[in-house]
């Protein structure tokens, strides 16, 4: 069961950040970007606060180096999710998807270089189908405009999402799941907050109750429950190996658009969902 858990924890939020695309889209017909952030992060942070109010757990920071958490919650949080958020309103869903697709390769260079994991043929090779599926998927999913300041964003989401990895793995000597995983909702209530201050963003309050499911899942499911999961994982398995579940995200979300959405999925998508599931299995086949 030890070994299995990370695969499970991999699937796990994997799949729950699929969905929280069609989540973002919906909320962000009411609010913006920068207060959908906010109230994401905020409700994460209240849940945290009763859950150890509760003593449901138990979190301790006494005599561990919290500086090392510093270029986490910079990387994540708050740096992806502002080049993400921003950035699927300036590029098509499917350049996004490809783009993002990217992370495991940049993942595993960063790892070699920063901790030292050196990468197997076996692993790289996997990485590579892996990324094929993920290209299958974005290049044939859909069309959409892209602009240029869109694409530098969302390359900007997938280096963030890279260094994260990496930094999250290495903390993890340190620091359990849930700790880490407490700070960044902080760090996010904190950024984003202080944000919408000076921006003036007078009726929020009044106009997040429209946007309250969207707020339950990204906050609760998609913050609380799927950030664990993949400190989690970060704490059991290779920054490299762990990473690549982040590509079975983007067939969730190809499901999720299909089946909520009506969009198309044909014999190419089909293909590149294949593939992205050979490919985690490659990697983590130990």
Sequence with gaps: MKKIAPIFAGLGYSTIFGFSFLASKKALENVNPFELLFLRFSFATFVFVLLIAFRIIRLSYRGKPVVQLIPVCLFQPV?????????????STSTAGLVLGAVPVTVAFLAWLILDEKPTWLRMLSLFVSLSGVGFIALNISEGENTIFGLILMVGAMVSASLYNVFSRKSSTY?????????????????????????GAPALLQRSVTVLPSIFYLGGLSSVVAFFLVNFNLSRLKASQSSIF????????????VLF????????QATGAVLILLGVWGANRK
């Design 175 to 199: 620091f359990r799941p849930m700790e880490t995983t407490f700070v960044m909702m902080i760090s996010g209530t904190l950024t984003f907050g202080l944000l919408i201050l000076a921006k």
């Design 246 to 257: 982040s590509n079975i995200s983007t067939a969730v979300a190809v499901a999720a658009g």
């Design 261 to 268: 959405r009506g969009e198309y999925f044909g014999p190419l």
């Design 79 to 91: 740096l992806y999710f502002t080049c993400e958020t921003f950035g699927i309103m300036e590029c």
